[in-house]
């Protein structure tokens, strides 16, 4: 899992609320276990049109949005059914933070374990970080997560609370297995000590 310590780049605004996982990727995209390839699907019904050809309404279509690498949502972020490529999909989008008022537990939790940092500010704060988003190539926002702040293009700072475990996960890179691996050495000798005690097994 790549290490998140500081994030810069465009903000796009989702401001809509009950976003579920569905939504960020139609249940057409699950019959694949692979975690890449799922950016095309994130919120298809939302940036195509029955024809197959791009929304240009969407947000995510608009040439100032389409490389963005942070999303501001509405609140409960993530809702509904706890499919892990909801955040497979934004991830492979290239979004590596959503910033909302509340999300989902499950969806929460899933983000941790795959390098996104979900962020929960207060609605007033989440109402400047839409006004920030709604600036197109200028809603530049950069994400400090060992400062835990957000600073936006005008110089504002949105500060945000994190669990102190997660938060030394994603600054090291450390999904599960990655949480094992740093135990390997003892892991290893564990079992030679094992193997030498009963080496009938």
Known sequence: MDKFTTLTGV???????????????????????????????????????????????????????????????????????????APWALLDFGIRCVISTDFADIFYNNCFKNGILPIKVSAEDLAKLFDDAERGANATLTVDLEKQEIRGPDGGVVRFDIDPFRKHCLLEGLDDIGLTMVEAPAIERFEKKSAASRPWL
């Open 11 to 85: 903000a796009a605004p989702l401001p809509i609320d009950n976003v579920d996982t569905d939504m960020i990727i139609p249940k057409q995209y699950l019959k694949t276990i692979k975690r890449t390839g799922l950016g095309k699907g994130l919120f298809a019904e939302l940036r195509y049109r029955d024809d197959g050809s791009p929304n240009p309404d969407f947000v995510l279509n608009k040439p100032a949005y389409a490389k963005a690498r942070i999303l501001v949502a509405g609140d409960n972020f993530g809702c509904g059914s706890s499919r892990e490529h």
